[in-house]
C-alpha cells in the first residue's frame, strides 16, 4: 500500500464490536473509517418501532455513530439514555425514539442518517448495509425453520438440529453505498459474535460478496470468535467458522484469519461451560489449514479480566500489523 495515501478500513460487523475496534482506531489520520451495518435487528424496542411505524431497525446504528462521533462522551450518554420504567415509554431509548421521528421527518432511513451524522459530528462513515426490510431466516438439518433472529436466539436448544442454511426473507439488495465503499477499501474486516444472528446477514444481502470479490486489491480479513455459543455454534471449531463464512461469502476471498492463542484460564472456561454452554474456540489442527489460500494469524487477543473478550487495542494492533504485510 502507498503509505503517503490514507487507507480505506471498511468493517462489516455487528454493533457491539464494530464500535470497540472503530473507538480503537479512529485518532489514526492515516485511516478512513467506514462501517457497514447489519439491517435484520428484531429484538425488544427495535422490534416494537420497526413493526409499529415501519422502519429500519434504528438500534444497530447507534454504536457506530458513538464510536466515530467527535462528540463521543455526551453522545454515549444521549444514545444510552432510558426513561424511568413508571413512564409509558420506558422500554425504549431516546436514541430509538428520535430515530423513529428523524425517518417521520425526512422520509427515510438514508437521510436520517445523514442528517443525524452531520448533528452528532461523525467523523467517517456509517453506511446501512441494505436499505429494504428483511427478516433472517434459518433452516435445521431436520428440515425446521425459525423465522427471525429474536426466535432464533430464543427457541433453539439443546435438542434443536444444527443449522443447515441462512437466508433472508424477502432477499433484498445490497446498499449502492455499501458496495460503492467496498469497492475502494484497502482493508475489509469480517469480525465475530454471533455467527448466523449477526455476521451472516451481512453477507446475505445480493451482490455484496461480488462486491468484495471484485475489489482485487483489498485485505480481506475474519476475526475468529473467542468462544462458541450454545444451540448455534456449540462444537464449532476455527475451521467451522470459516467454513461457515465462506459458503456465504464464496471461497478464494478471505485474505488473513485471525485467531486468538492467548490462554483463558480454567475457572473462566469452566464457568463459561457451566453458565453457557460455551467453549474456547481453538486451532486445533493446524495440517487443515496447509493447501488453503488464506493464512491463519494466531494471536493474543484477549481482554485480560473475569470475563472473556476481545481486547480492541490489541485487535487494532493485529490490523496495522496486517496493513503492513
Not at 2 to 12: A, C, E, F, Q, R
Not at 133 to 138: A, G, P, Q, T
Not at 189 to 196: A, C, K, Q, R
Amino acid at each position: 500500500m502507498n503509505p503517503s495515501k490514507k487507507i480505506n478500513i471498511t468493517t462489516i460487523w455487528w454493533w457491539n464490536w464494530s464500535y470497540g475496534m472503530l473507538s480503537a482506531l479512529r485518532d489514526n489520520d492515516d485511516y478512513n473509517l467506514s462501517a457497514i451495518i447489519a439491517m435484520s435487528d428484531s429484538w425488544w424496542s427495535t422490534g416494537i418501532l420497526r413493526n409499529e411505524f415501519d422502519i429500519l431497525p434504528p438500534w444497530d446504528v447507534r454504536r457506530w455513530v458513538m464510536a466515530l462521533s467527535r462528540e463521543h462522551e455526551i453522545v454515549k450518554k444521549l444514545f444510552n439514555y432510558r426513561y424511568d420504567k413508571t413512564c409509558s415509554v420506558w422500554w425504549h431509548s431516546l436514541w430509538n425514539l428520535l430515530i423513529t421521528a428523524m425517518t417521520d421527518i425526512t422520509g427515510s432511513f438514508d437521510k436520517w442518517l445523514k442528517q443525524i451524522c452531520k448533528m452528532f459530528r461523525v467523523k467517517w462513515r456509517v453506511i446501512p448495509v441494505t436499505l429494504e426490510k428483511s427478516d433472517l431466516e434459518v433452516e435445521l438439518e431436520d428440515w425446521t425453520k425459525v423465522f427471525s433472529e429474536t426466535n432464533i436466539d430464543l427457541n433453539l436448544t439443546e435438542e434443536s438440529a444444527k443449522i443447515k442454511k441462512a437466508y433472508l426473507i424477502p432477499e433484498v439488495v445490497t446498499n449502492p453505498k455499501a458496495i460503492k465503499q467496498i469497492e475502494k477499501s484497502d482493508i475489509i474486516i469480517i469480525t465475530f459474535w454471533d455467527l448466523y444472528t449477526s455476521i451472516i446477514p451481512n453477507l446475505l444481502t445480493k451482490w455484496l460478496k461480488e462486491a468484495i470479490r471484485k475489489n482485487k486489491k483489498a485485505k480481506v480479513i475474519y476475526f475468529c470468535n473467542l468462544m462458541t455459543k450454545k444451540w448455534e455454534t456449540t462444537d464449532f471449531e476455527v475451521i467451522d467458522f470459516i467454513d461457515e463464512v465462506e459458503k456465504y461469502l464464496w471461497i478464494w476471498i478471505l485474505d488473513y484469519i485471525v485467531v486468538n492463542n492467548w490462554f483463558i484460564r480454567d475457572d473462566l472456561a469452566e464457568k463459561y461451560k457451566n453458565l453457557e454452554k460455551k467453549k474456547p474456540v481453538k486451532v486445533k489442527e493446524r495440517n487443515i489449514f496447509r493447501l488453503k489460500d488464506y493464512k491463519v494469524l494466531e494471536r493474543d487477543l484477549l481482554h485480560e479480566n473475569d470475563f472473556v473478550r476481545h481486547s480492541f487495542n490489541k485487535i487494532a494492533e493485529t490490523i496495522k500489523e496486517i496493513i503492513k504485510l
